[in-house]
Antibody, heavy 122, light 107 residues
Framework: EVQLLESGGGLAQPGGSLRLSCVASEFTFTNYAMSWVRQAPGKGLEWVSGISGSGGTTYYADSVKGRLFISRDKSKNTLYLQMNSLRTEDTAVYYC???????????????WGQGTTVTVSS | DIQMTQSPSSLSASVGDRVTITCQASQDISNYLNWYQQKPGKAPKVLIYDASNLETGVPSRFSGSGSGTDFTFTISSLQPEDVATYYCQQYYNLPFTFGGGTKVEIK
């Protein structure tokens, strides 16, 4: 069964950093683009960042550009989100999501992880 | 950015009722649309992709239609396990954007 398992969430202070991880299993990781999507408490869904299957191309929402950085490690079948200069408005559940289509980021997500919670507070 | 306007924001219906949710895009998105179901404390689950294709394993009472700017999601016969929030999402352009959600409850 295709699975995504996130980890790394927790409490961080404003201005601090966290690194989220998403381990993929039961599919050829490098064949598919991946994304991070977040959901603030009681709110809707917001796409944050995406990366191509090769890792060579990355994309960001304007709200996180220059502060959050997506990457992937094919040897570990793992997607990352490095979160720097955290703000209170970054508080959310962060989900990783697999693209349905090969290699390029299409946004047609088919599999989501269970999410990891990030709280930014002093 | 493409704005996705979903309506209604909530609805209450009886078991067996037909339920319809609409999603309007601020510009033409062809058929680049997903519909998701999200239950409390859980991740979103894809029900419909490419506006009208049923995801594998999803019950046939769920369906989607539309193209361009106007889309419809239907539950043909509402079941107790369908209580959830439903979202549309466009993937025509970056940034990918979601509708505000429709909370479905049982009357």
């Amino acid at each position: 069964e295709v699975q995504l398992l996130e980890s790394g969430g927790g409490l961080a202070q404003p201005g601090g950093s966290l690194r989220l991880s998403c381990v993929a299993s039961e599919f050829t990781f490098t064949n598919y683009a991946m994304s991070w999507v977040r959901q603030a408490p009681g709110k809707g869904l917001e796409w944050v960042s995406g990366i191509s299957g090769s890792g060579g191309t990355t994309y960001y929402a304007d709200s996180v550009k220059g502060r959050l950085f997506i990457s992937r490690d094919k040897s570990k079948n793992t997607l990352y989100l490095q979160m720097n200069s955290l703000r209170t408005e970054d508080t959310a559940v962060y989900y990783c999501a697999k693209d349905r289509r090969w290699l390029l980021l299409s946004g047609a997500f088919d599999i989501w992880g269970q999410g990891t919670t990030v709280t930014v507070s002093s | 950015d493409i704005q996705m306007t979903q309506s209604p924001s909530s609805l209450s219906a009886s078991v067996g009722d037909r339920v319809t949710i609409t999603c309007q895009a601020s510009q033409d998105i062809s058929n680049y649309l997903n519909w998701y179901q999200q239950k409390p404390g859980k991740a979103p689950k894809v029900l419909i992709y490419d506006a009208s294709n049923l995801e594998t394993g999803v019950p046939s009472r769920f369906s989607g239609s539309g193209s361009g700017t106007d889309f419809t999601f239907t539950i043909s016969s509402l079941q107790p396990e369908d209580v959830a929030t439903y979202y549309c999402q466009q993937y025509y352009n970056l940034p990918f954007t979601f509708g505000g959600g429709t909370k479905v409850e049982i009357k």
